[in-house]
């Protein structure tokens, strides 16, 4: 059996667990916490960061510091997993779906501005397959109208953009705010886990104060007020220094982890690109924007039929492959919340999207023998 994905083990994972549990400091913000803080800031630039116990709740942090309160509306894909709007729901926000490109799942940066009311608060860009949407449009909105941009950067880790000017930035750099997830379907991870990357300065005291249960425990503990209080509403956001210490044997051998997932990703293109020649499938494209991060790799296929018998067929020959995302307009909570505009693309991705095995230790071997699979299946 070729599972959808594999956890994949660096080596170092349990050492550092167990350097962790000896430090007799396990509870969160300890010595990998802080390990892994580094890593982030100073690989990616970004000005300061929080680890938080998945991604789910870098974005409920996001929601909390941007104050969103009932009937905000926040603009964001329809094609996005649940936590990207439920990050905001929870705050009672209203979600104003936008459709996905014609080229990629992506949000459609030209459908954003006419969504926008004087009631909008936030855009929620997400980087699908970790393939940046026009950060430059995007951020110009903002700008223009006033608004906040959190970046769902859930499947993003070292993935970039190149803005006008040819700069190249990490995604996840650029927003007010970005979230980033370690659950162990992503390129680097421990488990459950998340980062939020906060590139606003106006942001980060408050952002430890939720993060700590309302409390200025951090700054207490930094010897920069004397007395540990209650301050603000908050939660408990942040991951014990185990989860910490398997994500920073991770961190360290990101380079290798990332080498060799675009590999598996070109094997994959390269033996499945005479079947969209042949109008059979089309293969992910990118925009010259964005880099490739081998996040995951997908097909488009002709129509729902062909997907589910495909994935029947794969089943069938012991290889795992999954469709995702569901029209989150359409789905059962959101439909009679939804305003009613249809988003075809979001729903064409719904149809027709398989995402194959996408893991390090997929062999060359198992890759071809899926697409040999995929190829006499649509031949
Ligand atoms: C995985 C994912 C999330 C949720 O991440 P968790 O760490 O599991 O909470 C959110 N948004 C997107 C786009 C994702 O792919």
Redesign the pocket.
Known sequence: MIPFNKPYLTGKEGHYIYQAVLSGKISGDGVFTKKCHQWFEQNYGFKKVLLTT????A?EMAALLLDIQPGDEVIMPSY??V??SNAFVLRGAIIVFADSRTDHPGMDESSIEVLITPKTKAIVP?H?AGVACDMDIIMELASKHNLFVVE?A??AVDAFYTDKNGVKKPLGSIGHLA?F???E??NIMSG???LLAINDERFIERAEIIREKGTNRSAFFRGEVDKYNWVDIGSSFLPSDIIAAFLFAQLENLQDIQAKRKSIWHQYFNQLEDLQAQGKLILPSLPDFASNNAHMFYILLPNLETRTALIEFLKANNILSVFHYLSLHKSAFYENKHDGRNLPYSDHYTNTLLRLPMFYELEEEQVAKICGLITTYLK
């Open positions: 998945s991604c789910t709740d974005l996005t997993f936590s990207t997400v699908y769902d859930a499947q979230a997830s370690f659950h379907t992503k459950e886990g998340g």
